[in-house]
């Protein structure tokens, strides 16, 4: 069976996500575009890992992920500060 990568995220609140994506366009302005993003196909969100699996695989790590959901669940993420810098 074929190998996929994967990304396994948090997605912020719409409030948050617009709020991101209006940064990053104040951002755009000074900086080069190197990550423009969106509400479609570059959505702001948090990595919490990345890799590569079987495609087989997928329900497995989808039921454990959602019993981790579910166990460690939070209602609240603040932002207390911003930092940009390019990307090399």
């Known amino acids: 069976m074929a190998r996929i990568a ?3 995220v948090l997605l912020p609140s719409d409030e948050m996500t617009d709020y991101a994506i209006e940064v990053n366009r104040d951002l755009l302005k000074t900086f080069d575009n ?3 993003l969106n509400n479609e196909n570059c959505l702001p969100h948090i990595s919490l890992a990345m890799g ?3 495609e087989k695989d ?3 790590i989808e039921k ?3 019993d981790i959901a579910k166990k460690y ?3 609240e993420l603040r ?3 911003l930092y940009a ?3 090399p």
Do not use: H
């Open 34 to 36: 190197k990550i423009i």
């Open 79 to 81: 932002v207390v500060d």
């Open 64 to 66: 454990i992920l959602r």
């Open 85 to 87: 810098e390019t990307i």
């Open 52 to 54: 590569c699996i079987d």
């Open 58 to 60: 997928i329900p497995d």
């Open 73 to 75: 669940s939070f209602r």
């Open 6 to 8: 994967i990304d396994v």
